[in-house]
């Protein structure tokens, strides 16, 4: 907690200097400034003995001191920065920043007594200069799970996936929770055997079960869904849905972690078992012995076993890259496998385990490792007490990323994207640049000094202010990526696993095995950081005075007792004495802190009493069975920052103008509906001069091409603006240089003027057949795409469906762009057209979705020598040509999707070596029989074969929201 808050306050302030339009007073910014250094001196000294805290009551109290001054400071310094944002008139203002000025000077008064505590125990903190940024750990290359052991199961699965059956079969892995269950299914999954499925789909069941959600999974697996069907289909539907989607076909189905027979009994159902679907397999995995063997077609399910001593030593020492960073002379083989035997076996111990070891240098920190894990006695005790021991060893700075995935639902694939941009939003992204921090402390330095010796010369303060709005900027422009480096850090230490990666390589969504996803939301909890459950469940105390009485879902009062917190974080009864969390009459747990962080998902969760809910700085909305009348009761935080309303039903307007006062967000995700229009999001959203993020998504129809206003740009922090794709927005009408991603832009707002306005966008989209020029399909505007050369790497141009003509000529389009990624979609180019992109010279990712009505493409100018990943989605292409000696040399990935007319690949592509992979999506037997004989042909040269995987999608939808428009 201490972290959390601690990071949080230090960013609230670099907020605030950052701002172009000062809101406090000069001499402010300077006491802010200075603040900021002496929270880096307390961050060095939690940095150097979080882990002794764990043993050690003193330190322990000094960081309940740290988190009770930083809870105290960051509130008061929020709360009047709010009062200046909705200060109307000068007056009132300058009241709120005279009130900023008193509460900086207690702060301080309060931090100078926690630094001489903390000088008492190291005097070498006092030189806060010394502090550098983190580099406590040494991230590995990520790697996707791969499977250790068991390997006479997977031979067995594998062999009875190759057998065509009469009769559908089922088969249960079972297994004790972080043995493999997943990894092996995933492998089965994943393996080329199972092309000759005419379906495959994947769904997570989890302790929680929901029977929309799992079905909705398996859905978008075979069909496309658009988000009206997911919102007004109920269970049923989609079930009845599914089971004719699935009759006469051969199909593939893993369920996931199921947790009871009633559960599988209830989604059993959805699958037919006709002739027609002979050979079918449906792949359940789960903890429960009774569950697989209920289940299991035959006689014994698969019953997975614990690592033997030498598979043990191969996962641990793959996964910490031993041979290579460990010389066998040093000493750490014997020591690793005596480590690698206390894990017992169990696969996901030693994964966690090597994370821990990552950030531990010397042989005498494993040691101390070893003898941490001897404490550790059965093999059960390890699923908790593992997570703590990595946990406890965890780098100080990435404590609260890590508890901060609690706000995710068990099994829900997180979007890498969105973590970046919510760690930054919170407050917990440090700049990992020393030179900037030094900086920092100069242009503070500068300013002191002008305030101190002539207060009355304007110009020399500007130009001091310049100063540390530049070194500011650049250590915003830091923030993303050392955010990401954190992703990778948790990545290399197995506490987050890759579950997709995007066409360059890089991470796109991640997941939590549920075991750390259990211990991370009970940390998270008992830290009083975070609610987690159900709307259903969920009930506040919205004033200490009322006797305790707290609100039901139904509005009705209920008198539970209450408690609140002493400073050391001890329980206090009201009578004063002290207790324990207690618990409620139908057994739920008693909160009295109220939580950082709300987030709500379906059939989860005890019931919480919520005090201090006007504290809370984030709203989650992560299920569409969400109450929403019931939204007002967790909206009296006007300091929230984080507001992801996406997957709320409609609110109704009575809720949404309490969203007026939200002046402090940073991270915004809603929907357009009837009870939502842009005007009255306009109203919200134009008030927010913190914003960073904003998505905008809608639900139906009713705002199909609809121009947003430029006010909702309004914000100076503005970094990713992101509208649905039968949206677009005006462009800003002021210079907005921290703008990174916008999209969509329409083609006739693509000038000179508007590009200069934008000039470090690094990602855009441009939409064409818009409102509100629908004719404004006038190619010669993308010559304007110069005045972005250096920073554009992503370019998106996209047509709406139903637009009457296309672009039909590039030759506008710069050449000299240095843009690693370009999505075409819908442009009408002729195929000679499309080859002048392979003269872009950086270019690494291209996807065409229905670029062309021709039927043939032949090479040209352009050879695409960059080129490492092609999609390609062309129903009318029939010929293709492709010179393998001169064209796609670096060509990694091909994948083919509705080529229905396509004859053949191009056998050009023998001649490209680096080809790895051909996916092929709904393409007809001669293009898979022809990708077949490309990888044979190799093989005979002797190059390494091509891993082909075809899927037969069964498409209803044309979906205008897929993933390739908007997708990293």
């Given at each position: 907690?201490?972290s959390?808050?601690l990071?949080?306050l230090?960013?609230t302030m670099?907020?605030e200097?950052?701002?172009?339009?000062?809101?406090?007073?000069?001499?402010d910014?300077i006491?802010?400034?200075s603040?900021i250094?002496?929270?880096?001196t307390?961050q060095?000294f939690m940095?150097?003995?979080?882990?002794?805290a764990f043993?050690d009551?003193k330190?322990?109290s000094?960081?309940?001191?740290?988190?009770?001054?930083?809870l105290?400071a960051?509130d008061k310094?929020?709360?009047?920065?709010?009062?200046v944002?909705l200060?109307v008139?000068e007056?009132?203002?300058e009241d709120a920043?005279r009130?900023?000025?008193?509460?900086?000077?207690?702060i301080?008064?309060?931090?100078d007594?926690l630094l001489?505590?903390?000088?008492?125990?190291?005097?070498?903190l006092?030189?806060?200069?010394q502090f550098l940024p983190?580099?406590?750990?040494?991230p590995?290359?990520p790697r996707?799970?791969?499977?250790?052991g068991?390997r006479?199961?997977l031979?067995q699965i594998?062999?009875?996936?190759?057998?065509?059956?009469?009769?559908?079969?089922?088969?249960?892995i079972s297994?004790?929770g972080?043995?493999?269950?997943?990894?092996?299914a995933?492998?089965?999954?994943?393996?080329?055997v199972t092309?000759h499925f005419d379906?495959?789909a994947?769904t997570?069941m989890s302790?929680?079960y929901?029977?929309?959600q799992?079905l909705i999974?398996?859905l978008?697996?075979?069909?496309?869904?658009?988000?009206e069907?997911?919102?007004?289909s109920?269970k049923?539907?989609?079930?009845d849905?599914?089971?004719k989607l699935?009759?006469?076909r051969r199909y593939?189905i893993?369920?996931d972690?199921?947790w009871?027979?009633?559960?599988?009994?209830?989604?059993?159902?959805?699958?037919p078992n006709?002739?027609?679907n002979?050979?079918?397999?449906l792949?359940?995995?789960?903890?429960?012995?009774k569950?697989?063997k209920?289940t299991h077609?035959?006689?014994?399910?698969?019953?997975?076993k614990l690592?033997?001593?030498?598979?043990?030593w191969?996962?641990?020492?793959?996964?910490l890259d031993?041979?290579?960073?460990?010389p066998?002379s040093l000493?750490y083989?014997?020591v690793?496998?005596?480590i690698?035997k206390?894990c017992?076996?169990?696969?996901?111990?030693i994964?966690v385990?090597?994370g821990i070891?990552l950030?531990?240098?010397?042989?005498?920190?494993?040691?101390?490792?070893?003898e941490e894990?001897?404490l550790i006695l059965?093999v059960?005790?390890?699923?908790?007490?593992?997570?703590?021991?990595?946990y406890?060893?965890l780098?100080?700075?990435?404590?609260p990323c890590?508890?901060?995935?609690g706000v995710f639902?068990e099994?829900?694939e997180?979007p890498a994207k969105?973590l970046?941009r919510l760690w930054?939003?919170?407050?917990?992204?440090k700049?990992g640049n020393g030179?900037?921090?030094?900086?920092?402390?100069k242009?503070?330095?500068?300013m002191?000094?002008?305030?101190?010796e002539?207060m009355?010369?304007t110009?020399?303060m500007?130009k001091?202010l310049?100063?540390?709005d530049?070194?500011?900027?650049d250590?915003g422009r830091?923030?993303?990526d050392?955010?990401?480096?954190y992703?990778?850090?948790?990545?290399s230490?197995?506490?987050?696993l890759?579950?997709n990666?995007s066409?360059n390589?890089?991470?796109?969504?991640?997941?939590m095995?549920d075991l750390l996803h259990?211990?991370?939301?009970?940390?998270?909890e008992?830290?009083?950081?975070?609610?987690a459950g159900?709307?259903?469940?969920f009930r506040t105390v919205?004033n200490?005075?009322?006797?305790g009485?707290?609100?039901n879902?139904?509005g009705?009062?209920?008198?539970?007792?209450?408690s609140?917190?002493?400073?050391d974080?001890?329980?206090?009864n009201?009578?004063?004495?002290k207790?324990?969390?207690?618990s409620?009459?139908?057994?739920?747990s008693?909160?009295h802190?109220?939580f950082?962080?709300l987030?709500?998902?379906?059939?989860?969760?005890?019931?919480?009493i919520c005090?201090?809910l006007?504290k809370?700085?984030s709203l989650s909305f992560?299920?569409?069975?969400a109450?929403?009348t019931?939204?007002?009761?967790?909206?009296?935080?006007?300091?929230l920052?984080v507001?992801d309303?996406?997957?709320l039903?409609?609110l109704?307007?009575?809720?949404?103008?309490s969203?007026r006062?939200?002046?402090?967000?940073r991270y915004?995700d809603?929907a357009?509906?009837?009870c939502?229009?842009p005007?009255?999001?306009?109203?919200?959203v134009?008030?927010t001069?913190?914003l960073q993020?904003?998505i905008?998504?809608q639900n139906?129809t009713?705002?199909?091409?609809?121009?947003?206003?430029s006010?909702?740009?309004?914000?100076?922090?503005?970094?990713h603006?992101e509208?649905?794709y039968a949206?677009?927005?005006?462009?800003?009408?002021?210079v907005?240089?921290?703008l990174?991603?916008?999209?969509?832009?329409?083609?006739?707002?693509?000038?000179?003027?508007?590009f200069s306005r934008?000039?470090?966008?690094k990602?855009?989209?441009?939409?064409c057949?818009?409102?509100?020029?629908?004719k404004a399909?006038e190619?010669?505007n993308?010559?304007n795409?110069?005045?972005?050369?250096?920073?554009?790497e992503?370019?998106?141009?996209?047509?709406?469906k139903?637009?009457p003509?296309?672009?039909q000529s590039?030759?506008?389009?710069?050449l000299n762009l240095n843009i690693?990624k370009l999505?075409?979609?819908?442009?009408c180019?002729?195929?000679?057209e499309?080859?002048?992109i392979?003269?872009l010279?950086?270019l690494e990712?291209l996807k065409?979705?229905?670029?062309s009505?021709g039927?043939?493409?032949?090479p040209t100018?352009?050879?695409?020598?960059?080129?490492?990943?092609?999609y390609l989605e062309?129903?009318?292409l029939?010929?293709?040509e492709?010179?393998?000696?001169?064209?796609?040399r670096?060509?990694?990935h091909l994948?083919?999707?509705?080529?229905?007319?396509?004859?053949?690949?191009?056998?050009?592509?023998e001649d490209?070596n680096?080809l790895?992979?051909?996916e092929?999506l709904n393409?007809?037997?001669?293009?898979k029989?022809?990708?077949r004989?490309?990888s044979?042909?190799r093989e005979?040269?002797?190059?390494?074969?091509i891993?082909i995987?075809?899927?037969?999608q069964?498409?209803e939808?044309?979906?205008?929201?897929?993933?390739?428009?908007?997708?990293e």
């Amino acid at each position: 907690m201490a972290s959390v808050v601690l990071a949080s306050l230090k960013a609230t302030m670099e907020f605030e200097i950052q701002q172009p339009s000062p809101r406090v007073l000069p001499d402010d910014l300077i006491q802010m400034g200075s603040l900021i250094q002496h929270l880096s001196t307390l961050q060095a000294f939690m940095k150097k003995f979080h882990i002794k805290a764990f043993e050690d009551a003193k330190i322990k109290s000094v960081e309940n001191q740290i988190k009770h001054v930083s809870l105290k400071a960051e509130d008061k310094i929020e709360i009047q920065l709010r009062n200046v944002l909705l200060a109307v008139g000068e007056k009132r203002k300058e009241d709120a920043r005279r009130e900023i000025h008193g509460i900086l000077e207690e702060i301080r008064k309060d931090i100078d007594k926690l630094l001489e505590t903390v000088k008492q125990h190291d005097s070498s903190l006092a030189d806060c200069s010394q502090f550098l940024p983190d580099q406590d750990t040494i991230p590995l290359t990520p790697r996707k799970e791969e499977m250790v052991g068991n390997r006479e199961e997977l031979e067995q699965i594998i062999k009875q996936l190759k057998c065509k059956t009469e009769e559908r079969q089922i088969i249960s892995i079972s297994g004790m929770g972080g043995i493999g269950k997943t990894t092996l299914a995933r492998t089965i999954y994943d393996d080329p055997v199972t092309n000759h499925f005419d379906v495959r789909a994947w769904t997570t069941m989890s302790q929680q079960y929901e029977g929309k959600q799992t079905l909705i999974a398996l859905l978008r697996c075979i069909t496309t869904l658009t988000p009206e069907e997911i919102k007004t289909s109920t269970k049923e539907d989609l079930a009845d849905r599914l089971q004719k989607l699935l009759k006469g076909r051969r199909y593939l189905i893993v369920v996931d972690d199921v947790w009871s027979v009633e559960a599988w009994d209830d989604i059993k159902r959805c699958f037919p078992n006709e002739i027609n679907n002979k050979g079918s397999i449906l792949l359940l995995t789960t903890r429960d012995k009774k569950v697989a063997k209920y289940t299991h077609s035959g006689n014994s399910p698969y019953g997975l076993k614990l690592l033997n001593e030498v598979d043990s030593w191969v996962l641990f020492s793959r996964n910490l890259d031993f041979e290579i960073r460990f010389p066998k002379s040093l000493g750490y083989e014997d020591v690793g496998k005596k480590i690698a035997k206390q894990c017992q076996g169990l696969p996901l111990s030693i994964v966690v385990v090597v994370g821990i070891l990552l950030s531990k240098g010397s042989l005498g920190e494993w040691e101390k490792i070893r003898e941490e894990l001897a404490l550790i006695l059965t093999v059960d005790e390890q699923c908790t007490k593992i997570p703590a021991l990595s946990y406890k060893h965890l780098p100080l700075h990435l404590k609260p990323c890590f508890l901060h995935l609690g706000v995710f639902p068990e099994d829900s694939e997180m979007p890498a994207k969105k973590l970046v941009r919510l760690w930054i939003a919170e407050g917990f992204v440090k700049v990992g640049n020393g030179k900037a921090l030094k900086d920092m402390k100069k242009a503070l330095d500068e300013m002191e000094k002008t305030v101190v010796e002539d207060m009355d010369n304007t110009l020399v303060m500007d130009k001091a202010l310049q100063g540390m709005d530049n070194t500011l900027k650049d250590m915003g422009r830091a923030l993303e990526d050392t955010a990401l480096e954190y992703l990778q850090a948790l990545i290399s230490k197995s506490l987050i696993l890759i579950r997709n990666q995007s066409s360059n390589g890089e991470v796109k969504t991640c997941r939590m095995h549920d075991l750390l996803h259990d211990f991370c939301v009970n940390k998270a909890e008992d830290e009083n950081l975070l609610y987690a459950g159900s709307m259903r469940r969920f009930r506040t105390v919205k004033n200490l005075n009322d006797g305790g009485s707290t609100s039901n879902d139904d509005g009705s009062k209920s008198n539970d007792g209450g408690s609140t917190s002493n400073d050391d974080g001890s329980k206090r009864n009201d009578d004063g004495s002290k207790s324990n969390d207690e618990s409620t009459s139908n057994g739920g747990s008693v909160k009295h802190e109220g939580f950082r962080w709300l987030s709500f998902w379906p059939n989860y969760g005890n019931v919480y009493i919520c005090y201090n809910l006007d504290k809370s700085r984030s709203l989650s909305f992560l299920h569409r069975d969400a109450i929403p009348t019931l939204i007002g009761q967790c909206l009296p935080s006007n300091l929230l920052r984080v507001l992801d309303l996406i997957e709320l039903p409609p609110l109704s307007n009575e809720i949404f103008m309490s969203l007026r006062d939200l002046v402090l967000l940073r991270y915004m995700d809603i929907a357009l509906d009837d009870c939502l229009s842009p005007e009255e999001l306009v109203d919200v959203v134009s008030k927010t001069q913190n914003l960073q993020t904003l998505i905008i998504s809608q639900n139906g129809t009713g705002f199909s091409d609809m121009c947003l206003p430029s006010k909702l740009l309004k914000s100076p922090q503005l970094r990713h603006v992101e509208v649905s794709y039968a949206l677009s927005v005006d462009p800003p009408r002021k210079v907005k240089e921290a703008l990174h991603t916008l999209y969509w832009l329409s083609l006739d707002h693509c000038t000179k003027e508007v590009f200069s306005r934008i000039p470090n966008v690094k990602k855009l989209g441009i939409i064409c057949g818009s409102k509100p020029s629908p004719k404004a399909i006038e190619p010669a505007n993308l010559e304007n795409l110069e005045s972005l050369v250096d920073k554009l790497e992503t370019l998106m141009i996209a047509f709406r469906k139903g637009s009457p003509t296309g672009l039909q000529s590039l030759k506008s389009l710069p050449l000299n762009l240095n843009i690693k990624k370009l999505k075409l979609k819908r442009t009408c180019l002729p195929w000679s057209e499309i080859n002048l992109i392979g003269m872009l010279p950086n270019l690494e990712v291209l996807k065409l979705k229905e670029v062309s009505d021709g039927p043939d493409w032949e090479p040209t100018e352009g050879n695409f020598s960059k080129l490492k990943f092609l999609y390609l989605e062309a129903e009318k292409l029939e010929s293709w040509e492709v010179d393998g000696g001169d064209q796609f040399r670096c060509l990694k990935h091909l994948v083919l999707k509705k080529c229905t007319k396509l004859k053949a690949i191009p056998t050009g592509f023998e001649d490209v070596n680096t080809l790895e992979s051909i996916e092929l999506l709904n393409c007809p037997l001669p293009v898979k029989e022809s990708a077949r004989e490309i990888s044979d042909n190799r093989e005979t040269y002797g190059s390494k074969p091509i891993n082909i995987r075809h899927v037969d999608q069964i498409q209803e939808v044309d979906d205008d929201e897929d993933a390739d428009d908007s997708s990293e």
